[in-house]
């Protein structure tokens, strides 16, 4: 069965780039679904950061989107997130998704872990 | 604060029924945009409950539902177990913001 398995730093500096890579494992990324960055906040609040379908199309929260890359790496069968200029509101437990499109909002059946990231000095 | 609200917490004795609402607007749910909902238990990978407003994923039990009607969603478990006991969320597009949102969650407590 598939699994998503994010990883990366957990700490990064202040106006530094966060990057975080999405292993997908037990099936391929070359499927007709959407890969999906969504983080938590300290407070629990569940924000979407964006997606990318396998073929490269992006949509990207607009409150983040000058700051964010998310790309796919079909030879490896993983998906990355890219965020710059980071500020401690960016603290947060990152996850990577797989999303089932759909005309009217897509869901996401499955989620990975979660990897915690930290910005601080 | 969330566009799409929900009641901090509910709480229920095993055996009841307990429903959680998830507040949007005309933008939003309003807009006809599905409403999918998730149980999240910390530590772990959230998981999937109701899609498509109504929908449940195979694995997922009848005990759990879902509804939609105007600006509004909801979901219902009935037969509450203690293991129901987490948090849960619910989420839809709004086509003003161009964002997919979430609600603020909501956390279950099994008396």
């Known amino acids: 069965q598939v699994q998503l398995q994010e990883s990366g730093p957990g700490l990064v500096k202040p106006s530094g780039t966060l990057s975080l890579t999405c292993i997908v494992s037990?099936?391929?990324?070359?499927?007709?679904?959407?890969w999906s960055w969504v983080r938590q906040t300290p407070e629990k609040e569940l924000e979407w950061i964006g997606e990318?379908?396998?073929?490269?199309?992006?949509n990207y929260n607009p409150s983040l989107k000058s700051r964010v890359t998310i790309s796919v790496d079909k030879s490896k069968n993983q998906f990355s997130l890219r965020l710059s200029s980071v500020t401690a509101a960016d603290t947060a437990l990152y996850y990577c998704?797989?999303?089932?499109?759909?005309?009217?909002?897509?869901?996401?059946?499955?989620w990975g872990r979660g990897t915690l990231v930290t910005v601080s000095s | 604060q969330s566009v799409l609200t929900q009641p901090p917490s509910v709480s229920g004795a095993p055996g009841q029924r307990v429903t959680i609402s998830c507040t949007g607007s005309?933008?939003?749910?309003?807009?006809?945009?599905?409403v999918h909902w998730y149980q999240h238990l910390p530590g772990t990978a959230p998981k999937l409950l109701i899609y498509g407003n109504t929908n449940r994923p195979s694995g997922v039990p009848d005990r759990f539902s879902g509804s939609k009607s105007g600006t509004s969603a909801s979901l219902a478990i009935t037969g509450l177990q203690v293991e129901d006991e987490a948090d849960y969320f619910c989420?839809?597009?709004?086509?003003?913001?161009?964002?997919?949102?979430f609600g603020g969650g909501t956390k279950l407590t099994v008396l």
């Open positions: 998704a797989r999303v089932i499109p759909s005309v009217a909002v897509g869901h996401i059946d499955l």
């Open positions: 989420q839809s597009y709004d086509s003003s913001l161009f964002v997919v949102l």
């Open positions: 037990g099936g391929s990324i070359s499927r007709t679904n959407w």
């Open positions: 990318i379908s396998h073929s490269g199309t992006t």
């Open positions: 005309s933008s939003n749910i309003g807009a006809g945009y599905d």
